[in-house]
Structures are given as C-alpha cells and as structure tokens.
C-alpha cells in the first residue's frame, strides 16, 4: 500500500510539473498549425501563381510540391506575420484608425455578430495590448453580502459624490473572477470596511486563476522548504 501511496504521489508531482509545458507547447503548436492550415497555404498558393505569371521554367506541379506541401511551406507562415505587422503599422496611423473604427461601428450594428464581437474584443485587448494595470494593492472585502469575504485589487478612489454623500473615504475596488480574472466586476466600498493583504497583484491573480488552490502561505512554505534545503546542502559542503 506504501509503494502505491508513493507511486500515485510521484505521478501526481511530476504531472503538475510537466502539465504547464506540455501545455504551453500545445498551445504554440495549435497556433503555428492553425495560421500554415488556413492563412499559410493560401499565401503559398498565390506564391505559386505569380510564380507561374513571370516564368514557365517550372512546371505548376512541382512548385506546388515544393511550395504547398514540401519544405518551402514554411513561407507562407513568414508571409502572414509579415502581413500581422503591416496591418499593424496601419491601424497605428491616423488613416489605418479612422478605417478600423468605421469597421468596428459597423460590426456593432450587425444582428448577432454585435452580441459576440465585444466580448471577443475584453479578452484580446486584455491579452494582447501593451497596457499596464493600475492596480495598487490587494485588499479583502465581504462581497457579494456581508460575511463573504473576497478578494480585490484597488483601482483608486471611490467617486467624490458618494464620499461626500455618506462623508466616508471609499476606494474603487476590481473584483476579479475565476477562473478568468480578466472579467470581474468594479465596486466602491468604504475604506475602513476593507482589510489590506499582504499579496502582490500576481499573487492574487494565480490565487483567482487557481480556484484559491494557489495562496502566498504555499510559495512561502515552498520557499522556506527551498531556503532549508539549500541550508543542509551547504553544511553537508
């Protein structure tokens, strides 16, 4: 019994550090196949027929052996990048933005692409623009009711009507959720009725993304685990 308890131990520690490569990987290779299947062998195609347009030195089959299914496929994913860049760089210009708002305006307005399209949209600017989040601090407040208790991240202070209103200090509070913590909701609640976290925002996040598997209490003791380890192999020195 002792050999299997060790044995499922084991598995289940190497699994949880072998999992998030495996996956990391599996998602950059989804990727790399999604762009060659339905972006890159296109590009090839057309490589291809210009080819064909300015010499009949080859023949159609051979370029499409080597171009579409042989090693020069390749090019076609270099291609598309390229292409990703170039719009890019157009969309940054004051033309390529006033072009992509007119786009986005009348994607809005179509029946049921308006009902996805702005949820598609949170999470690629979420993970994909160059913007820094502007929060400060983690803090604990009973939210959704009083006795529950969950965590946020400040965002700054609350509105000036209500501090007046009530003559309270209140902070601006993300509530973030799992297991995707870049959608949540944004409460204002007083300060005294909030208690300041020793967690760093990342330490927050991964206890969000985790389900609250994940705390600062497990990479201390991790930590303390390390620091005693690293202790007995050098007085062993």
Do not use: C
């Not at 495996?22 to 296109?42: A, D, G």
């Amino acid at each position: 019994m002792r050999a299997l308890k060790n044995f499922r131990t084991y598995f289940l520690r190497g699994l949880a550090a072998l999992l998030p490569t495996i996956v990391t990987l599996w998602i950059f290779f989804q990727s790399y196949m999604f762009v060659e299947n339905r972006v890159s062998v296109h590009v090839n195609r057309w490589l291809v027929q210009t080819i064909l347009l300015f010499t009949d030195r080859y023949s159609k089959e051979f370029l499409t052996d080597f171009w579409v299914h042989g090693p020069g496929k390749i090019t076609g994913f270099f291609v598309a990048i390229v292409g990703v860049v170039f719009i890019g760089a157009f969309l940054a210009s004051v033309v390529g933005r006033s072009f992509w708002h007119v786009i986005e305006r009348t994607l809005m307005r179509a029946p049921l692409i308006k009902k996805v399209y702005p949820f598609v949209k949170q999470i690629t600017d979420f993970l994909l623009t160059q913007k820094t989040l502007s929060f400060t601090r983690v803090v604990a407040l009973q939210y959704p009711r009083r006795g529950v208790w969950s965590v946020g991240m400040v965002t700054g202070t609350g509105l000036k009507t209500i501090s007046k209103a009530k003559n309270k200090e209140f902070l601006t509070v993300f509530v973030p959720t799992s297991p995707t913590p870049f959608t949540g909701y944004v409460i204002m609640t007083p300060r005294d009725e909030t208690i300041e976290l020793d967690m760093t925002i990342e330490e927050a996040l991964r206890f969000t993304i985790s389900g609250g598997v994940i705390t600062p209490s497990d990479r201390e003791t991790f930590k303390q685990l390390s620091e005693s380890d690293q202790k007995a192999i050098d007085s062993e020195k």
